[in-house]
C-alpha cells in the first residue's frame, strides 16, 4: 500500500473551512484514498473516498490533485464537534487491510 | 440498528490469563475486522474474515486467535495475555460492494493486562 504523510496537527477557527492536506507520492493507479475521524477515544467513523475525481457528501469534500499525489479533506464549516484525529488512508479497492497512521489532529476552536 | 457492538467494554487481566472478546453486528455485513489501538497511534489489523467460517491474518496477529461461526458475530480471543497486549481494541464490519470497502467501527473495549 501507498504510504501517506499528514501533518500531526491542525488548528481552525470554529466555521470556517478546514482544510486537511495529505500526500501520497507512490499511490498506484488502482488505489483508492480513504478518509476516517476518531472522535476522542470513539471507533473511527468513514467520511469520504475516492480514486481520482474530486467528491463531495454531507460531511465533506475530497480534493485530489490531478497526478494522485496529494489530496485535501475539506470540513466546509467547521464545528467544535469536527475536533478528532482525521485519517487519510490509501490502498487498493479489493484490499481489506487498512492501515491507519497517526493521522491529523484537528482542534476546532470557538 | 444497534450497528457494532463490542462486549465487554472494560477488562483488567493478569499475565497468562485468557479471554474472548465478542463483536457483534446487525447490518448484515459480509466482512468484519479487529484492530488494536495503541497510545498515541493508529488502528493495526489483527485479524480479518471475509465471511462466515472464514478468518485471515492482518498486520499484527501474533497472540490471537478469531473466529467467525456466525455471519453476526466475531470473536477475538487471547489465550496467554501479555502485558503489551494492553490495548483499546476495535471491531469493525463491512459490506462486498465491490469498490465500496466503508468500515463500521464499534465503541472499543479497553484491555489492561498487568
Known amino acids: 500500500d501507498a504510504k501517506t504523510t499528514q501533518p500531526p496537527s491542525m488548528d481552525c477557527a470554529e466555521g470556517r473551512a478546514a482544510n486537511l492536506p495529505c500526500n501520497h507520492s507512490t499511490i498506484s493507479g488502482n488505489e483508492y484514498v480513504y478518509w476516517y475521524r476518531q472522535i476522542h477515544s470513539q471507533g473511527p467513523q468513514y467520511i469520504i473516498h475516492?480514486?481520482?475525481n474530486n467528491e463531495t457528501n454531507e460531511m465533506a469534500s475530497l480534493i485530489i490533485t490531478e497526478d494522485r499525489k496529494s489530496s485535501t479533506l475539506i470540513l466546509p464549516h467547521a464545528t467544535l464537534r469536527d475536533t478528532a484525529v482525521y485519517y487519510c488512508?490509501?490502498?487498493?479497492?479489493?484490499?481489506?487491510?487498512?492501515?491507519f497512521g497517526a493521522g491529523t489532529r484537528l482542534t476546532v476552536k470557538p | 440498528n444497534a450497528g457494532v457492538t463490542q462486549t465487554p467494554k472494560f477488562r483488567v487481566l493478569k499475565t497468562g490469563q485468557s479471554m474472548t472478546l465478542l463483536c457483534a453486528q446487525d447490518?448484515?455485513?459480509?466482512?468484519m475486522y479487529w484492530y488494536r489501538q495503541d497510545p498515541g497511534m493508529g488502528l493495526r489489523l489483527i485479524h480479518y474474515s471475509v465471511g462466515e467460517g472464514t478468518t485471515a491474518k492482518g498486520e499484527v496477529p501474533d497472540g490471537y486467535n478469531v473466529s467467525r461461526l456466525k455471519k453476526q458475530n466475531f470473536l477475538l480471543g487471547l489465550e496467554s495475555a501479555a502485558p503489551s497486549q494492553t490495548s483499546v481494541y476495535f471491531c469493525a464490519s463491512s459490506y462486498n460492494r465491490g469498490y465500496s470497502y466503508e468500515q463500521y467501527f464499534g465503541p472499543g473495549t479497553r484491555l489492561t493486562v498487568t
Open positions: 475516492g480514486l481520482k
Open positions: 447490518m448484515n455485513h459480509e466482512y
Open positions: 488512508i490509501v490502498r487498493p479497492y479489493n484490499n481489506n487491510d487498512m492501515r
